[in-house]
């Protein structure tokens, strides 16, 4: 035989899983004695087969598991999920407070620097005979920007991880 195609794998694979016909079986076998190159490739699938089988299927889970699952899909978290939430905010609330202190106290006023687009190598490399602005660039307003930013993450946070639980239980509660 020349080459292995995908359909003699597939025969290969169904016959290593014993799901072929009486009259396809004996067409492999005979196959599998005539051949080398068959014989090698149905020994490399077979090697592979076994290797998946003894990891993938070595443990097999307790026959209680689906009982056990099943049974506590109902039962309501023993943990307030508030809690984390909580935790995640003061975080965030933590990280804008120190900013804003940096901001206040003015760490970040002097740092300005400008962008002039005339000296990158790259432009100067094409001589290109337009003059190209200078871009002023402030870090207090990126700053400020990103504090801005945060503040805003930490309202949505604080509304869909604190304040909707807190009232979804307050209404189940109370009807």
């Given at each position: 035989?020349?080459?292995?195609?995908?359909?003699?794998?597939?025969?290969?694979?169904?016959?290593?899983?014993?799901?072929?016909?009486?009259t396809e079986t004996l067409?492999?076998?005979?196959?599998l004695q005539r051949d080398?190159?068959?014989?090698?490739?149905?020994?490399?699938?077979?090697?592979?087969?076994?290797?998946?089988?003894?990891?993938?299927?070595?443990?097999?889970?307790?026959?209680?598991?689906?009982?056990?699952?099943?049974?506590?899909?109902?039962?309501?978290?023993?943990?307030?999920?508030?809690?984390?939430?909580?935790?995640?905010?003061?975080?965030?609330?933590?990280?804008?407070?120190?900013?804003?202190?940096?901001?206040?106290?003015?760490?970040?006023?002097?740092?300005?620097?400008?962008?002039?687009?005339?000296?990158?190598?790259?432009?100067?490399?094409?001589?290109?005979?337009?003059?190209?602005?200078?871009?002023p660039f402030d870090a207090?307003?990126?700053?400020?920007?990103?504090?801005?930013?945060?503040?805003?993450?930490?309202?949505?946070?604080?509304?869909?991880?604190?304040?909707?639980?807190?009232?979804?239980?307050?209404?189940?509660?109370?009807?």
């Amino acid at each position: 035989m020349k080459e292995i195609t995908r359909s003699l794998d597939d025969k290969l694979m169904a016959y290593i899983d014993g799901t072929l016909d009486d009259t396809e079986t004996l067409e492999v076998y005979d196959l599998l004695q005539r051949d080398i190159k068959f014989k090698h490739r149905y020994d490399e699938l077979l090697a592979a087969d076994n290797l998946l089988h003894k990891f993938v299927f070595s443990e097999q889970p307790s026959p209680a598991f689906t009982n056990n699952v099943m049974n506590r899909l109902h039962e309501t978290p023993k943990r307030s999920p508030i809690r984390g939430s909580v935790i995640l905010l003061v975080g965030i609330l933590t990280v804008v407070g120190i900013v804003a202190g940096f901001v206040s106290v003015g760490l970040f006023d002097g740092a300005m620097t400008v962008f002039n687009m005339n000296n990158l190598n790259e432009i100067q490399d094409y001589k290109i005979p337009v003059t190209l602005p200078t871009v002023p660039f402030d870090a207090k307003m990126l700053v400020n920007v990103i504090l801005l930013v945060n503040v805003f993450l930490a309202l949505i946070v604080l509304d869909r991880t604190v304040l909707k639980p807190f009232f979804r239980k307050r209404i189940r509660e109370s009807i």
